[in-house]
């Protein structure tokens, strides 16, 4: 199991990995914006932008950085 990232730097993690209901075998990383900080956790159902509509998914992981050069909100 995982450390908590709020554990290592104090701060809430910013990115979020989540799966979505597509048939693709990899979670996407998605930015946690301000207002959700600290409420996002693994297992919570999120709504993301995928693409050009909005499909909801499962957080599987909390990351304080993006593992992508790239990211859209949550």
Do not use: H
């Not at 910013?14 to 693709?24: C, D, E, G, Q, T």
């Not at 990383?29 to 900080?37: A, C, D, F, K, R």
């Amino acid at each position: 199991m995982r450390p908590d990232p709020t554990l290592l730097t104090g701060d809430p993690p910013r990115f979020a990995r989540v799966v979505l209901p597509i048939p693709v075998d990899q979670p996407f990383t998605y930015q946690i914006p301000e207002g959700l900080l600290g409420r996002v956790n693994v297992g919570c159902r999120v709504e993301v932008p995928f693409g050009k509509r909005e499909l909801s998914g499962v957080v599987v992981d909390l990351m304080e950085t993006s593992d992508v050069p790239r990211t859209r909100a949550i």
